[in-house]
């Protein structure tokens, strides 16, 4: 199977990782039409923006029939849980437009923690310790956490817009929040909770891209949650990233790839789980040994923003060899070149924050080392308004990490809305 020579594209989602797939798909000399769903003020300088919400099968399905689309790309985590790849396969007018992305089975690697920790005991991928309890094996979960030591890590099993993940200091604290989430404190999300050890280490990401059988592994990249400098503060859906991440060498991804990737590739097939699409494996290196914090089965946001600007091989044959298992025929090519970018947010995120406030400096998106890829923003009138929390994420190459960095900030330094923040320390710990 092959895609035409140019292929008409929907790609869904609204965010910065999606402005970041766009960019690098428009720029593919096999992309034809590209339809971004719902896209962003940002997106539609790279193809055409619809109207359309990435979870609402009907419509998608429609406009795939009535324009000719012959790829789609999602990008969110939703449709997938939701089992848009299913829909398709199971249409017979939808049928043979392929689908980069799991089907419902493998999107429960992200949809169910619970399920991704089974997962990872059966093929031995190293993780931590952990189990699972519900609101009427409550005692047994405090029980479970007076035998762990502080501090204390508690998730919600299944989605809750990045925000399920508690980490409590002290135990008192910790069997609080396990009631809370078990009496509905994420909603459906925390009927089940996942109690696991917590990993002492430094974080990284790494991104697969598979076709069920072969696989290449992407350009790593490492991200800061929390809302505040030093790690302090709420978690968020991401307020930066860089990449390359220095403690990932070879020695280090050669581990990874013997202990993790080919495991969770095989097992995946072992399970008769058909997975064309993209494995987000967030680890702990723990003493130089990778260990699994999480799978998502989409690419990371604000990652994406740094790992797709250093591809240069083309995107659309990347996509091509996912859908069409040609993946081994895929030569990826990466820059040696750091990309960092930061995110600037609206005031008072991830908490309440107002919408609808101008934006002024995007300009600066026209320096040749800087990209600014629109998150949450849409257009009013002849003016970009501000749409969400994250709204734009502020991506720059250099040599160096440093120098990547400085164009960064000299960049957001031209850029205001009412209320904006970001944090200023991105990669200092690296350095």
Request: net charge negative.
């Amino acid at each position: 199977m092959k895609l035409p020579e140019k292929v008409n594209i929907l790609l869904l989602g609204g965010g910065g990782r999606e402005h970041a797939l766009a960019r690098s798909l428009a720029a593919s000399p096999r992309c034809g039409r590209l339809h971004i769903a719902p896209g962003n003020a940002g997106t539609s300088a790279c193809g055409t923006n619809v109207d359309i919400e990435a979870t609402n099968f009907g419509a998608i399905k429609q406009f795939v029939l009535n324009h000719g689309v012959g790829l789609v790309v999602v990008g969110p985590e939703e449709p997938l849980t939701k089992g848009i790849v299913d829909f398709f396969e199971s249409d017979p007018e939808l049928k043979f437009v392929p689908v980069a992305g799991p089907d419902e089975a493998g999107a429960r690697l992200e949809g169910s923690k619970d399920f991704a920790k089974g997962f990872m005991t059966r093929h031995s991928i190293p993780t931590a310790a952990y189990r699972t309890f519900t609101k009427e094996d409550v005692a047994d979960g405090e029980a479970f956490l007076a035998t762990l030591r502080p501090p204390y890590v508690l998730k919600a099993d299944g989605l809750a817009a990045g925000k399920g993940v508690i980490i409590a200091p002290t135990l008192d604290e910790a069997r609080a929040e396990l009631r809370e989430m078990l009496g509905g404190k994420f909603g459906a999300a925390g009927s089940r909770v996942v109690i696991e050890e917590y990993m002492h280490g430094i974080e990284c990401s790494v991104f697969v891209a598979t076709d069920g059988a072969g696989y290449r592994i992407l350009p790593v990249a490492k991200d800061y949650k929390r809302v505040g400098e030093g790690d302090t503060g709420p978690n968020t859906g991401g307020m930066g990233a860089v990449s390359p991440v220095p403690f990932a060498d070879d020695g280090f991804m050669r581990r990874v790839e013997e202990r993790i990737v080919r495991p969770t590739v095989e097992g995946l097939a072992a399970e008769g789980i058909v997975y064309r699409g993209f494995i987000f494996i967030g680890l702990m290196n723990v003493g130089g040994e990778p260990r699994v914090i999480e799978y998502n089965v989409r690419m990371g946001d604000p990652e994406t923003e740094v790992v797709f600007p250093r591809i240069t091989s083309d995107a659309v044959e990347l996509f091509e060899g996912i859908v069409c298992g040609t993946l081994d025929k895929y030569e990826l090519t990466v820059t040696p070149q750091w990309a960092t970018t930061v995110v600037c947010v609206s005031g008072g995120y991830p908490g309440d924050y107002r919408k609808g406030l101008p934006i002024t400096g995007l300009g600066v998106s026209g320096r040749p080392e800087t990209i600014v890829f629109h998150a949450g923003t849409r257009r009013a009138g002849e003016q970009t308004v501000t749409a969400g929390g994250r709204v734009l994420t502020v991506t720059s190459l250099a040599a160096t990490m440093r120098q990547a960095l400085d164009a960064s900030y000299r960049a957001i330094a031209g850029i205001g809305f009412e209320g904006m923040a970001f944090r200023r320390d991105i990669g200092r710990d690296l350095e």
